[in-house]
């Protein structure tokens, strides 16, 4: 009897799990076939997200949290499991709701020596961009007052020819004059003669005719390590732009001439720098606004938001919060005042603006690396913040119709320089190349 119902109950187990077993193989989700259209938006798979949320909410700021509905610890399986049927994997990059980005008033900036040339289109092509910035090293292109340097010329050339067979317009800054024609070879500065910057500006006008847009004349020019060898002077500034933008009309006279913009540091001692207002109102004064197309502008925010003032600062930020050359949208509105006091209508063109982050940069042993001494407001602006302000800022600029093009500073500094230099952390590309989040928001955000 025993034994009987020990067969019994063996019998009545299996029974039960071959049903358990079938049931189990119906309830399993068929493959989809491949043949089929997705249900969902293509997305590129370098954009798509693990279900692991990469951006700890608490680190980002209130006006770019991401939708409440995922959670920053990890998910059950019930979740796990909707998440992978139903919904679409949460950006890692912040998603920009404004007006669409008008993509003819807003660039890059990009580093060319010894680059691909091919890899950095693709970038511009992402990024939607309509303008791409050089800085043109005088010194570097003109090494010998009779003789240009073959090797970068010729990379500029092939920049320039790309981006217009690609419908993006190129600026180009031309400024530190060769240690031949200066009287010290420290630092950075101008030529003793200015004539010497005419014929070079001629040079370039000649060799891009009609296919260069706009040339910025000289670059922070309120700075000593951009002056040296003279005395900081808006005069001589707008004198050295205009003998190079006559220089630049022999040659193409429908190039647009951008004045130097000045830096924003909050520095007036005369020496080390002058105050970028003070200096601006010097070149005013002396007729830059007759001289030019475009006034040029750095309206760096350091860490603060681009709609916070000196007036009304954000709490947030521990540095340099203190001085309206510390705020974006500080800068760009004393500007416009300078400009209507004069009674100059020429537009400001942002030829650099962004915010440093070291949020996500390595040092060689995988750790996180520090921002070099005197960036160190770099620490309060994670990668997050860093392109929610850079989305904000270019949706301010679009609406204020005194703004002409914005220029972020800058693509590809951080494959370049690596993890010790401040470029870096206002590159949109990590050290190894990577997308940082405000790359791909930018690529992501709707343009037109």
């Keep these: 009897m025993c034994h009987k119902n020990l067969y019994r109950l063996v019998g009545a187990a299996a029974s039960i799990l071959l049903l358990f077993s079938a049931c189990s193989r119906q309830e399993t989700p068929r493959q989809e076939d491949a043949s089929q259209p ?24 209130a006006s770019a949290t ?41 660039g890059v900036q990009i580093h060319i020596h010894q680059e691909d040339l091919r890899l950095i289109l693709r ?32 990379e500029l050339d092939s920049l320039i020819e790309a981006a217009v067979n690609n419908d993006i317009k190129v600026l180009l800054s031309v400024s530190k004059a060769p240690e031949w024609s200066r009287p010290t070879t ?16 001629a040079f370039l006008g000649s060799r891009y005719q009609g296919r260069v847009a706009a040339y910025e004349l000289w ?36 190039a647009l001439v951008i004045s130097a913009a000045p830096a924003t540091t909050g520095i007036n001692d005369g020496i080390t720098a002058i105050d970028d207002r003070v200096f601006l109102r010097g070149m005013l ?43 974006f949208k500080d800068t760009l509105n004393d500007y416009e005042k300078l400009l209507a006091e004069y009674g100059v209508q020429d537009q400001l063109w942002v030829t650099e603006f962004g915010w440093g982050s070291f949020d996500q940069i390595m040092d060689d042993h995988g750790n996180p690396a520090q921002p070099p001494a005197g960036v160190e407001f770099m620490n309060d ?10 989305l904000r800022a270019l949706e301010m600029g679009q609406e204020d119709s005194s703004v002409g093009p914005m220029i972020i500073w800058n693509l590809n500094f951080g494959p370049l320089l690596g993890n ?19 790359y791909r928001a930018l690529e992501h955000a709707n343009k037109t």
């Design 66 to 106: 991401s939708p409440a509905t995922i959670s920053p610890t990890q998910p059950s399986p019930t979740s796990t499991i909707q998440l992978t049927i139903t919904s679409t994997p949460t950006p890692n990059y912040p998603k920009y709701d404004g007006p669409p980005l008008l993509m003819e008033n807003f």
């Design 285 to 327: 004064e002396v007729g830059i606004g007759d001289t030019v197309d475009g006034i040029g502008v750095h309206p760096y925010g350091w860490a603060n938001p681009p709609d916070s003032s000196n007036d009304a600062p954000d709490p947030s930020v521990p540095t340099h919060n203190n001085h309206p050359s510390f705020f």
């Design 123 to 154: 970038h511009l092509s992402a990024l939607g961009v309509g303008w791409v910035k050089v800085q043109v090293s005088w010194k570097l292109y003109q090494p010998y007052p009779d003789a240009y340097a073959e090797d970068h010329l010729a």
């Design 420 to 438: 010790e230099y401040s470029e870096t952390g206002f590159s949109l590309l990590h050290p190894d190349g990577s997308r940082r989040p405000a």
């Design 38 to 61: 997705s249900t969902t938006t293509p997305t590129s798979s370098a954009s798509l997200l693990p279900i692991v949320i990469a951006e700890p909410v608490q680190t980002v700021p």
């Design 381 to 390: 602006v994670n990668e997050w913040q860093q392109a929610v302000y850079l």
């Design 219 to 254: 670059n922070e020019p309120n700075l000593q390590r951009e002056w040296n060898g003279a005395p900081l002077s808006p005069a001589e500034l707008t004198r050295l732009i205009k003998t190079g933008a006559d220089g630049l009309h022999q040659a193409d006279p429908e």
């Design 186 to 201: 420290e630092l950075d500065g101008p030529p003793t003669d200015y004539a010497l910057y005419r014929d070079f500006m």
